[in-house]
């Protein structure tokens, strides 16, 4: 029996913890019918565990469910659509080589005796896709469409398995903006029609457009719920990281002057179309844009990580073109990955040895028989253990078992080894909580402020913004727009995330 | 005599009782593998079945035998440890025996005999060589072409063992000097047998290497994550072929040694030693995921193969059912290895 006075979604006191972690600890969130509700914080602050839990895939540690007024305890994916619930995952879960009619029917096939049922399935697809508007062909196999024609057929799923709430995560990340009207268009019908709507985003300026209500989460518990209409977007931004925005990012001093320490230009790579761009010493360059947009791979590219097809690139002076990505680190330039599990730490060895290995070319430390000298190598792996705050005890343990926000200053210690000119940061503290993140950021300050370049690629815009002084925003392969100074505004960045350049190859 | 021992054996990796033993149980497994669950098994075992098999006589002469295995191990892991495997080591072996055998032949016909000397170090330099072609073709494959080192590796060992075969003609080489056997297989110095020495210089150098220098730590780190590896600096396409190449060295040290003890140029010497010397090192807790081992563990694994063996032949367990059974625990023993694996990441 739905009790239609009862909130369509009630989670109460959910709480999750994982080996270790609490990843969650009391929280409650109330959905009603016809809203749209963000869920709304940081890389880590348990959205996804939230989410997570209420479309089944996990199960909560304590805490309780109720749909519409009815308890519920689900044990699977499939128990939680069963319940109405529909979930958009940021990652697919669509088979590329089938047709998209057949992937909308995977796993709930519609026969005729013991064959499958074609004709009725098409008929069922295309019934389905004129009701929700969308203008898709359901016998191109899934890997034909865009990722937002993708997203259209998982959300489609959804509503196939007559979903009355449907959770969205992170919707728009690789959408372009006429796209993402589209999809804000469709959730306004959808809302309308009574399904609760739980999307779960970073961009306020965006949400802001159809959210009704957003709910706070930071460190696992929920900090506020707002009305959308009353909130402002700096209000928003401190209950997220739960400090002054000012608090959080350092006031870097920028030196306007300083010499150009590396240039790059009329880069062409796969994902980059052409792109100049230089960087001084003293500074910090920010790189701007969605995903997909080419903000990381130019410096990929530029690092001999991936092919370059043409261009030039300088440093310090001298030609670089082509040179090996090992023959750049030796010539003071700095990388850090994006992503420190796979190509950023060796998960199985400990803090101290990640950090050893970077300081191995140093002659003081490996001397010309290759012989490391222990006492030398652990006094400078302890020094830099010291700098960039990992705990004495965790120098030992392996990787693995540290946190996200100790690996990250692990992976940021390698930087320490030697004294480089150039630091690429790409993606500098995902996944890392406030505290390490106001940690790394004080060690950005420091390295730029000793007169090095230093460049920021991220994806969180408040990062990005706050921390550069010169900021690139890349659009489909292209630098869209250079700002800088007071110029550096969310409003003038998004603006420029769609744009579709002029002049196009 | 049997009896005090097993007990020793049993209470040194046993602690206490309940949650404190399996805890204990537990560490051990996460340090170093499942050598010592297995040895103290192999060594209950055998010596209920016979007393002679914990004779000091017998662990001597297992020590003995061992030395071969335990070359070829320690190669083994340095090829496992970068997250690949030499399946070639056997051919490296064979080759070694052969070239050396006809090089010493061919030689002592040319030189006076008063240059015996020369003409058993100039043989020995020609295995050594065509063992390093071995290592260098695995290596140019696995490092600079990328093909999987298991395709690369089987099919150098196809293609070694056939060299072998079609310059022997299948037939032994016989003719080797006397003396290249009476020091090489049988020699004592200080009356330590000549092979065990090599085997200790041999894994003391591969210690040191893996422990205290720039080389070793490159080859974990290759092994660890070839991508992070290759973001600190680390020439990874140097460091894996300088591996597959320690490989095959070490291995046609041990084909040296073979040859000296039977005193004639084979092309079966190192027939089941790629299974045995991979089974060794994982027992011995090396991981095939890459970047993990431990070169005294190995040392220890190698010792262990050629110890159940000795056990086997002992409670006269057929050769057919010995490969049964090597074959089975170097299953088990990977399975296990996934499973501390997944402990050591920390997977959710």
Known sequence: MSNLAAPLVEMSGITKEFPGVKALSGVHLKVERGEVHVLFGENGAGKSTLISILSGVFRPTSGAISIAGREVSFHSVHDAAKAGIGTVFQEFSLVPTLPVFENLYLGRELMRGPLTDRRAMLAGARKLFAELDFDIDVTRPASSLSRAQQQMVEIAKAFLANARVLILDEPTASLTERETERLFGFIGKAAASGVGIIYISHRIQEFQK???????LRDGRLIATVSARDTSERELIELMTGRAVDQVYPEIAHRADGPVVMT?????????????????????????GLVGSGKSRIWRTAMGLQPLQSGKITLKGRDVTGASTRALLKDGVFFLPSDRKSEGLQMTASARGNIEISLLDRDDVAGPLGFVG??????????IGDKVGIAKGAMDRAVSKLSGGNQQKVLFGKGFADDRDVY????????VDMGTRMALYQLIKAIAEAGKAVVVISSDLPEVMNLSHRLLVFAKGRIAAELSGSAIAEENVLKHFFAETEGSA | ?????????????????????????????????????????????????????????????????SVYLILVSLGQMLALVTGGFDLSVGTAIALTSVVSALAMVALSHVLPPDMLWLVIVLGCCAGLAAALVIGSINGLGVAVFGVSPFIMTLGVQSVGAGIALFLTGGVPVSGVPYEFGDIL????????????????????????????????KHIQAVGGNVKAARLSGVNTTKVLFIAYIM?????????LLLTARVGSGETNLGGTIALESIAACVIAGVSLHGGIGRVEN????????????????????????????????????VILDQFRYRLLVGER
């Open chain 2, 1 to 65: 005599m049997s009896m005090p021992t097993t007990t020793i054996a049993e209470d040194t990796s046993r602690p206490r009782r309940g949650h404190a033993l399996l805890t204990g149980l537990r560490a051990v497994f996460l340090r170093v593998g499942v050598l010592p669950f297995f040895l103290v098994a192999t060594l209950i075992a055998f010596s209920l079945v016979s007393k002679e098999f914990l004779a000091l006589q017998n662990l001597t002469n297992v020590a003995r035998q």
């Open chain 2, 247 to 255: 490989c095959a060295l070490l291995a046609s040290v041990a084909g």
């Open chain 2, 185 to 216: 297989g049988f020699g004592r110095v200080f009356d330590i047998p000549v092979p065990v020495l090599v085997a200790v210089v041999a894994a003391t150098t591969i210690w040191l290497v893996m422990n205290r220098t720039r080389l070793g």
């Open chain 1, 210 to 216: 159809i959210a009704d209500r957003i709910s706070i």
């Open chain 1, 374 to 383: 222990l006492r030398r190598s652990r006094a400078l792996t302890d020094a």
């Open chain 2, 298 to 333: 190995v040392v220890l694994g190698g010792f262990f193969i050629v110890l159940l063996q000795n056990g086997m032949n002992i409670a006269q367990i057929g050769s057919y059912m010995q490969m049964v059974l090597l074959g089975s625990l170097l299953v088990l023993a």
């Open chain 1, 264 to 288: 790059l230009e009329g880069i062409r790579t796969a994902g980059v179309h052409g792109a100049d761009l230089e960087v001084r010493a003293g500074e910090v360059l920010g790189c701007a």
């Open chain 1, 424 to 431: 690429i940061f790409d993606e500098p503290t995902v996944g």
